[in-house]
């Protein structure tokens, strides 16, 4: 599986950006994606994942009720709808697919995703 993403750039703090992430390849094999951050200096961290059958959805508590991650199953994407941008969320985010289908959580962890892509730059100014 082959991942796309786009989307991001520069925003006023307050603002809003949506990022998308398409699969291509074995998408057939795609049981959920999702989305990390990784800012300078931190580790990578868990942003949000939904599950391509059921759904179901994930957040990490620092995004609930700012971001939304949906998915469009025809077009094999995923999106990040992301409101109330602050500079804390400056980063590059990475989608990520894993090849669980089975599974009916959301993965939260970067070693339950096995296919990345190559990140897309988010900057929030103050």
């Known amino acids: 599986v082959q991942l796309q993403a786009s989307g991001g750039g520069l925003v006023q703090a307050g603002g809003s950006l949506r990022l998308s992430c398409t699969a291509s390849?074995?998408?057939?094999?795609?049981?959920?994606m999702g989305w990390f951050r990784q800012a300078p200096g931190k580790e990578r961290e868990f942003v949000a994942a939904?599950?391509?059958?059921?759904?179901?959805?994930a957040y990490a508590d620092s995004v609930k009720g700012r971001f939304t991650i949906s998915r469009d199953n025809a077009k094999n994407t995923v999106y990040l709808q992301m409101n109330s941008l602050s500079p804390e969320d400056t980063a590059v985010y990475y989608c990520?697919?894993?090849?669980?289908?089975?599974?009916?959580?959301?993965?939260?962890?970067?070693?339950?995703?096995?296919?990345w892509g190559q990140g897309t730059l988010v900057t929030v100014s103050s």
């Open positions: 390849g074995r998408t057939f094999s795609i049981g959920g």
């Open positions: 939904i599950r391509w059958t059921t759904g179901n959805t």
């Open positions: 990520a697919a894993d090849g669980a289908p089975w599974r009916t959580a959301a993965p939260t962890t970067p070693n339950q995703f096995n296919s």
